[in-house]
């Protein structure tokens, strides 16, 4: 028997005689952000089962002694609910009806693929999220730090109408905090004890923008195994983020602004209208202004969504709030590691403030994570920061060409590659499919890349 050590969001348990299967499907979960627990007989794993409650369980069909059916009975038995998928190297159609009578979610043939996996794990994790109630996430995660005029009046701003349900547009380049004033106006109002749902705008492809937002119902096409709520239902009584607003085609924002209308939508495959009260709160890093004249934002839903604006200044123009950032995000990141608290030298901070962050606070909020990671001792000094950016003297103040990587084209590409894939691994939470998806990557090519720079080691010890 054998469990991952690391902390992670969802608990598998691998149930299957052969040990190699038992790794790669743990190596494979381990990548998607889970943990999991291997037995080797279906006794101990019908064991592991009953002590410890699991989201989801693969368990192999040929084993000695008790068989995959037989654990499955019991474990059905013991709790109903849990996902259970069947696994066999010898796959027929009257084994797979008889795991599916007993209850099992699928029925998978050997040998095992990510197409096959991964699937499974992104429904668990949907359903996970659609039980969860965000009200329940605490406002310190979310706290909107600053000394600057301009920060002062983000909040008198969020202050004022956090309680009303007027809708908001908040535009700034990206980084500089959007979805952190989005939540604030969202615990602040009247419904936060209601559901807070984010909607990437700009990471749903065109075809499947329907049945995110509205949902559908069992049966609806293809690979539609059970219905799904979408994400408006999802908001009903509370609010919906639409981020990236401005990163949506023609066709999708004349969806979009259908339904802001209407407020009452129907599920893929279903004739049954369902009304909504959502309060939507939508951000973009785009002048919308500048889009409507090109022909490619829709003025009708500009207008539709600017009721209340919000504008986040980026963070080289508010300079003061660097040294109160570097201090938040050294003591959380502490706090996250079980760590002393870094402290950054003098000369460090006055680099900081010199930067021209294009990145904006969530640049900085990641460099300070790697900072952490990277720098044995207890101060971050200058020459720290250097050498993980490799900018030279003299280059603080030219822009977006601070930013060197190397000496050669091919090392600079490297280190780019290497930074820009953590950044964006950062900002979709770790997610595979979602930043694969976000940066125009196969979810295989990513994995190899992450292996390629190593990406994979550096996650686990910040989740350890």
Sequence with gaps: MSNSSNTKKYLALIVDDEKSICDTLAGVLSDEGWESVSAYTGKDGLDIFKKQPVDLVFLDVWMKKMDGIQALQKMKEIREDTLIVVMSGHGNIETAVKATKLGAFDFLEKPLSLEKILPILDHIETKKKEEKEPASVAAKGYELIGISDDIASVHRQIKMIARRNSWVLITGENGTGKEVVARNIHLQSLRADKNFVAVNCAAIPEELIESELFGYTKGAFTHAIQSKMGKFELAHHGTLFLDEIGDMSLKTQAKILRILQEQSFQRLGDNKTISVDV???????????????????????????????????????????????????????????????????????????????????????????????????????????????????????????????????????????????????????????????AIGLERSNLHRKMRLYDIELKRRRLQN
Excluded at 305 to 311: A, E, G, S
Excluded at 348 to 377: D, Q, T
């Design 279 to 437: 309060r939507v709160v939508a951000a973009t890093n785009k002048n919308l202004q500048e889009e409507i004249e090109r022909g490619s934002f829709r003025e009708d839903l500009f207008y539709r969504l600017k009721v209340i604006p919000i504008h986040m200044t980026p963070l080289r123009d508010r300079n003061e709030d660097i040294p109160v950032l570097c201090q938040h995000f050294l003591s959380r990141t502490a706090d996250e590691f079980g760590e002393e608290t870094k402290a950054m030298s003098e000369e460090a901070l006055e680099f900081f403030r010199h930067y021209h962050w294009p990145g904006n606070a969530r640049e900085l909020k990641n460099m300070i994570e790697r900072l952490c990671i990277m720098v044995p001792g207890t101060t971050i000094k200058e020459d720290d920061v250097r050498e993980l950016i490799a900018i030279k003297p003299g280059q603080e103040e030219q822009g977006s060409s601070m930013t060197v990587f190397g000496d050669t084209l091919k090392e600079a590409r490297s280190r780019f590659e290497k930074s820009f894939i953590i950044d964006k691994l950062e900002e979709n939470e770790w997610n595979i499919s979602k930043t694969a998806e």
